[in-house]
Every structure is written in C-alpha cells, then in structure tokens.
C-alpha cells in the first residue's frame, strides 16, 4: 500500500511540473491571417503603419528581378483588403527593364494627410560569401536606387521626391513630422542623408560606419536600422555598430559624434563590430515619445528594453523585453539581429514588441540559439507578444501567437497597432502547400 502511494504521490508530481513547466508558453494567442492576392510576398522588414484613418497600410516585399513590392490598406470595420500600388510603378520605372523596387523597409511616417516611406531593393546576389545587389540579368539594367515617396491617403496618389545617394537602397528612414525633414541611411555602403520637403533638397553626409555591409574584414560594419527623431529640437539621432551615437543637429544641419553616452552595456553582451551576423552594439528599434521626451529602444540580441535621455545625456536600461521562456532559459533573441516589431501603441505608454523565444519539445529544445538543427528543420519559431507599461514599468509576457490552424507565425519584423489596439504584423502563412508573406492580426488577452 506505501509503494502504491509513493507511485500515486510520483505521478501527481509529474503532472504538475508537466503543467507548470517553465519553459512552456503559459499563454497562447490565437491570429487571424488575411489573403492580400500577392503570392509572390517574400518576407518584409517594417513597412507597416496605421492611417490616421484607422486603416492598416503595409508593403508585402518580393524577391525576383521583375516583380516588384506591392503597397495594400486593409479596414478594420469592413476587413477587406485592397491594393494601393506597385512600388516601382509608384517610382516611375514600370517597363524600364531595371531590377525594381523589391522592398520598402522603412515604417510609414504620417504628415499633413500623406505617408512618407521609402523603396529598397529585394533581389540579391551572394558575391564572396555576401549578400549584394543583385547582378542584373541579360537585358537588364542594374538597381537604379531607392525612393522616397509619398502617397496621399484621400486622393490615392503617390508622389515620388527621387533616389538617395550613390544608386543604393534606403534601407532606414524617419521622419521630422513638424518640420517636413527625411532622415535616411542608405544600403549597403550606409550614407546618412537628407531631404527637405519644402526646399525640395538632399544632402549627403557620407559615411559613418566604416564601409557599412559592402565592406570587408575590418571595414565592415552592420547597419543601424532605426533613426530617432527628436520632435522638440528636431535632432536626428543614429547608432553604429560599435555602440557610438551620432546626433544630426537640424539648426546646423550637419552630424557630429554624440558626446557622453554610448551603447556600450555589458548587459548587452560583448560583440564584434566587424563581424557579420548581429547588430552589434546598434540599437534596434527606436520611437521618440514626446510626452516625457525620451527616446525609447530595445537593443537586439539581448532585448533589452532602455530610455535614452539625450538632454542629460544618460541612457537608462529598464527591462529584458523578452518572452518568458527567453529570460526562463538564459536565451538571447533567437534572431541574433533581434526583432523590428516595436511600437509604442495609440494610448502614448503603451509598448508592444514582437519576439521570439526557445522551443522546448519531449524535454529539450528543438529551436533556439545553440540548439539542434532540427527546429530550423521543422521551420519553427515562438513567436510571443510582449507589452512593457511606461507609467508603471510592468512587462507582460501576452502569450506565445499561433494561427487558427496550429502553425506558428514565422519570419516577424514589422508591427502596426490598430487605433483599437489590434497588434498587426507581417509573416509567413502556408495555405494550400504554397507559402507567402501576408497579413496578420492578433488581440491581448
């Protein structure tokens, strides 16, 4: 009879520790998916927004020579989607037989009734091990560069203010919404430039990191894929991968080193700036918060959440912005450039972050960093919702996101949130045996 108990007693226990392991998600969020009719959508960084009309406007990306990116706006109310434009078209360059405009990867910035982004391109070719511009094909003519654009979001027009510097892709861009200035850092040499709206002027300031992602050895560096505005004083801040700031002075209009703060934190981690494969010591992410007047980032890699107070100078690190399994585990960001999806939600205090996090299955895990191949086998990733609270500095952990069907979201680096606090993203979706880039949406509970 005391055997029996012992094993009675054994198995409770195992029960309970299977219910309340750690490293499982103790919340799960189920999305919607939606069908924009853009089967060639490849995997699209940022590119998303939401309208001061409450709809969501985003850019599916696509990875071919002659198929260019494609710019949709789904109603919340109706839950239709319907497409705005082909980018390349929206750059007057349809049938000019140059690789066109595969990407934007930039977020929309809204001004007097228009959204400003910019074109990047999405056709590579690995040269030396590197991913560059894609060598044009016979009868093809090479990228022509970037846009900047505009697109009027009563009359449905796009408005086109011309190429960045030196025929690259924008791959960053912000935007000074009171004074009508672009920011951007093009790709993939990384000059920082930029543009006038009402002189209808650019300025190149050159190089500051190095020879950015074209460079080699001890050239190379990894490019910062957030600017950050400052809507007081109008100043521009970007970061390197060797942790220095650099600061835009919008009187002077001219870029200097920021003196008395770097990012250079052991919480961190410890990088290598000439090397490839992580941001290094950039930051990630970034939005200006105008009502404490701080600077609000999240460092990838190791996802910590920090204020940057430029008047101080002082950046502040204030939490690990991960999923629980993530902190639970020890576990950086899976991704090793950390996630893109984050945005401070329409009550001003809110922050909503996108992230990864280990998968655990029969007891060990199958994806995550130093883990088997067999999760990227599975094509597995753990996809969570993370809120951090401004006022109070509470961090929750929403939920691990899946679809209606059981898959996982895969490949997230956008995030748009709906005036009605609907989370909206970018992600992989296999419907049919056939997997594209499309639209999803998903509720905290």
């Not at 706006?73 to 007057?92: H, I, S």
């Not at 090479?142 to 009359?155: E, I, Q, R």
């Not at 074209?214 to 190379?220: A, R």
């Not at 709906?418 to 949406?441: C, K, P």
Request: aromatic letters at 14%; hydrophobic letters at 35%.
């Amino acid at each position: 009879m005391k055997l029996l108990h012992l094993f009675l007693a054994a198995g409770s226990l195992a029960a309970v520790t299977a219910a309340d392991d750690p490293f499982q998600p103790q919340r799960k969020l189920t999305a919607r998916t939606y069908n924009s009719g853009f089967a060639d959508g490849h995997d699209t960084y940022n590119a998303m927004g939401c309208g001061s009309d409450g709809h969501i406007y985003y850019v599916l990306s696509a990875e071919r020579y002659d198929v260019g990116a494609k710019m949709f706006a789904f109603d919340p109310k109706a839950r239709k989607v319907r497409l705005v434009g082909d980018l390349t078209e929206a750059c007057g360059e349809k049938d000019q037989r140059t690789i066109v405009q595969g990407k934007s990867h930039v977020n929309f910035v809204e001004m007097g009734g228009k959204l400003y982004f910019a074109t990047h391109i999405g056709y590579y070719s690995i040269i030396d091990g590197m991913e560059k511009p894609g060598i044009p094909p016979a009868g093809w003519k090479a990228y022509p560069g970037g846009h900047l654009l505009s697109y009027d979001l009563k009359s449905g027009r796009f408005e086109d203010f011309g190429t960045g510097p030196g025929g690259e892709g924008i791959l960053t861009m912000s935007m000074d919404a009171r004074r009508g200035r672009i920011y951007g850092i093009s790709w993939p040499r990384g000059n920082f430039f930029r543009y006038d709206l009402a002189q209808k002027s650019w300025k190149d300031f050159g190089l500051f990191a190095a020879q950015g992602e074209d460079g080699k050895g001890e050239n190379y560096r990894t490019l910062c894929r957030s600017i950050a505005v400052n809507l007081d004083d109008g100043a521009a801040y970007f970061s390197i991968s060797t942790g220095d700031i650099f600061r835009y002075d919008y009187e002077k209009d001219a870029v200097a080193p920021f003196a008395g703060e770097n990012l250079r934190k052991d919480y961190f981690g410890l990088y290598d700036p000439t090397s490839a494969g992580h941001m290094g010591y950039n930051w990630r992410q970034t939005f200006y918060r105008p009502a404490d007047r701080m600077i609000y980032g999240v460092h990838g890699n190791s996802g910590y959440l920090f204020r940057f107070d430029p008047a101080r100078p002082r950046i502040e690190v204030l939490d690990r912005l991960t999923s629980d399994v993530s902190k639970r585990s020890g576990m950086f960001d899976q991704f090793s450039y950390g996630y893109l999806g984050f945005a401070l939600g329409p009550d001003g205090r809110t922050i909503y972050y996108l992230t990864g996090g280990p998968i655990y299955e029969g007891g060990r895990r199958v994806a995550g960093k130093n883990s088997t191949a067999m999760g990227e086998a599975k094509g597995l990733e753990n996809l969570h919702l993370v809120t951090h609270d401004i006022t109070t500095g509470q961090t929750r952990d929403r939920g691990a996101i899946f679809y209606e069907n059981g898959q996982r979201p895969l490949y997230v680096n956008s995030i748009a949130v709906g005036l009605d606090n609907t989370v909206y993203f970018l992600a992989r979706i296999t419907e049919g045996g056939r997997t594209r880039s499309d639209l999803v949406s998903v509720r905290a509970e």
